[in-house]
Nanobody, 114 residues
Framework: VQLQASGGGLVQAGGSLRLSCAASEISFSIYGMAWYRQAQGKQRELVAAITSGGRTNYADSVKGRFTMSRDNAKKTVYLQMNSLRPEDTAVYYC?????????WGQGTQVTVSS
């Protein structure tokens, strides 16, 4: 599985961005998908996840601000990020899981200025 993340960039605090992650796998719909982020000098952390059935969960720090969704026909997941804060600045990675296999995209930089 190859994952191509896009949509990162520089935005002011309070702004919005939408990240996309396109997958190459034709059986995409059966994969669990997630977004992680890693800020400079910090460990990678889970931001949001979505099951093959469409159930989502979010890190407490992004609840109410971020929304993850998937379009199985396009083999793509999205992360709509609203009310961005400087502490959201990180490299965001797309992850696909179908146990026992685990795949990562290349990451996209999100920078939120104060």
């Amino acid at each position: 599985v190859q994952l191509q993340a896009s949509g990162g960039g520089l935005v002011q605090a309070g702004g919005s961005l939408r990240l996309s992650c396109a997958a190459s796998e034709i059986s995409f719909s059966i994969y669990g998908m997630a977004w992680y982020r890693q800020a400079q000098g910090k460990q990678r952390e889970l931001v949001a996840a979505i099951t093959s059935g469409g159930r989502t969960n979010y890190a407490d720090s992004v609840k109410g601000r971020f929304t993850m969704s998937r379009d199985n026909a396009k083999k793509t997941v999205y992360l709509q990020m609203n009310s961005l804060r400087p502490e959201d600045t990180a490299v965001y990675y797309c992850n696909a899981v179908l146990a026992p296999y685990d795949y990562w995209g290349q990451g996209t930089q999100v920078t939120v200025s104060s």
